[in-house]
């Protein structure tokens, strides 16, 4: 990773506060897609006071092709809560591919009794990308902003909610990336947008805080993690396209902090290595730890983790902050582990970012805190899923008729779901009050089905179809989702 620039802003880490539960905690909106990706299906079930199952459903478009699904955070005001759904259209427009945004109203009335939902359009805004039948869209949001781009050009666009105005988003390098290669999103909103092209030269990345305030941009790829919603490598082109030689690895000098005022506030920047241009794999996952301190601005350190068979998918933990460290769980699910790389295997790594009074430096280091084989099947082409909800991970892959749920604090893991006859997973999303779907399905295969789980693992629905949850981090991409 080659930095530019970097200009720290504030992303200063909270812990959240302990407010009253929300009125529709125990309500949740799952979505399909309809025939041709041109709707969007809602369903709202669950429990109110007095009574239970589903209280709402309907439709919305139709569209060209839904090409990614987002919720904002949800504002609540008495009984009443609100969200915004944010549906980007890939094929809108005579041409087939233009890119619309389209945002809509959600509110649920909640009573001890029912809860009344109502869904309308409150705008469509025409967005300066090119999209396609197929092409992959990524979306990410915070509290002001959206972040849109597809695979089919280089080029991103940030929008301003509220006023909707648009901003065009491009990394110049030489050669020049022909696509943007992911958007992904940090639990406290931080987004970074990498570019790339045929070659790991082309990468670059741009990085905006959650006011929407560009920070960072540099060369090489470059990715965000959250708490929720694991990055999978799936989407992103072959490694030799992405992942640097393990030799060519960067190094970075130590910031130094000359005060001994707390907090210090990282962001932390991951990138893949191959051990050579010609494997097939993402081998070693390497982070950077950049930030600031009250009088200074830098990079603390970096390290590599692995070697692994194939990272099929990494999730970062919650982050606590106990008097001068910060700590922070990650997770690499090696989708092609053991001899015959096969087999699935879960890694956790405790990461610190440790403030030393005495020296004025703050040192960034991980290890190993535990692993363990999941009841998955894998190999080096599959496709991983790796989400977080309370004390649980969910892992899965495009070879497995059953899903993983794994305990965060014993890394104790059992299998979960499955259908007959067999069909493998599709997918696993997570909405923001920790529900998680788990679905199993496949183009070839006509059975598909899927679980409802709530953050403590428990499940709540389970029936045939593909049901989807979304949150207001990272969006569905509707072309990686079984049909």
């Known amino acids: 990773m080659r930095i530019q620039s970097i200009a720290i802003w504030p992303l200063v880490i ?13 309500l949740v909106t799952t979505y399909s897609l309809g025939p041709s990706s041109s709707t969007i299906s809602y369903l709202v079930c669950g429990s109110t006071q007095e009574s239970e199952g589903c209280y709402a459903s309907g439709d919305v478009g139709p569209f060209g092709r839904v090409g990614a699904l987002l919720e904002s955070e949800a504002s609540e005001s008495g009984n009443v809560v609100t969200r915004e759904v944010y549906v980007i259209d890939t094929a809108a427009g005579s041409s087939g591919d233009a890119v619309e945004l389209s945002v809509y109203k959600k509110t649920d009335t909640v009573t001890a009794s029912d809860d009344t939902v109502e869904v309308t359009l409150l ?22 902003y959206l972040y849109v781009a597809t695979d089919t050009g280089a080029t991103a666009a940030q929008i301003k909610k509220g006023s909707w105005q648009v901003t065009k988003i491009s990394y110049e390098s030489d050669p020049a990336p022909t696509r943007v290669l992911s958007i992904s999103a940090t639990t406290a909103g931080a987004v970074t947008i990498a570019f ?10 741009v990085s905006f805080n959650a006011e929407g305030q560009q920070f960072e941009q540099g060369g090489g790829y470059n990715a965000y ?6 990055l999978s490598t799936f989407e992103l082109p072959a490694p030799s396209a992405v992942a640097v030689p393990s030799a060519a690895a960067a190094a970075r000098p130590a ?6 005022t707390i907090p210090i506030t990282v962001v932390s920047n991951y990138e893949f290595e191959t051990l050579s241009q010609t494997n097939a794999a993402f081998n070693d996952l390497v982070f950077f730890d950049c930030g600031s301190t009250p009088l200074s601005s830098g990079c603390f350190g970096s390290a590599t983790l692995g070697p692994f068979g194939n990272i099929g998918a990494v999730l970062g933990g919650v982050i606590t902050w106990r008097d001068d460290t910060l700590s922070q769980h990650i997770y690499v699910l090696d989708s092609a582990a053991g001899p015959q790389q096969k087999e699935v295997v879960l890694y956790d790594y405790l990461k610190t970012d440790v403030y030393d009074p005495a020296s004025g430096n703050v040192l960034a280091s991980a290890k190993l805190a535990g692993s363990v084989l999941l009841p998955l099947t894998g190999n080096i082409k599959t496709r991983a899923w790796l989400a977080g909800s309370g004390n649980f991970l969910y892992a899965g892959t495009s070879a497995s008729t059953a899903a993983a749920i794994i305990d965060t604090g014993t890394l104790a893991a059992s299998s979960y779901g499955g259908f007959s006859p067999p069909v493998d997973v599709g997918s696993i999303t997570v909405n923001d009050y920790g529900y998680v779907s788990l679905v199993f399905a496949k183009a070839s295969n006509a059975v598909s089905g899927f679980y409802l789980l709530n953050k403590d693992g428990e499940g709540e629905e389970d029936g045939g179809g593909t049901e989807y949850v979304a949150s207001s981090l990272v969006g569905l991409n509707a072309e990686g989702l079984p049909p």
């Open 14 to 26: 909270i812990a959240p506060a302990m407010g009253a539960t929300p009125v529709d905690s125990n």
């Open 225 to 230: 993690l959250n708490s929720a919603i694991g």
């Open 255 to 260: 910031a130094v902090a000359p005060s001994t």
């Open 123 to 144: 705008r469509s805004v025409s967005l300066p990308l090119r999209g396609g039948e197929h092409a992959n869209c990524y979306l990410a949001g915070s509290n002001a």
């Open 196 to 205: 790339g092209g045929t070659t790991p030269s082309a990468a670059g990345y």
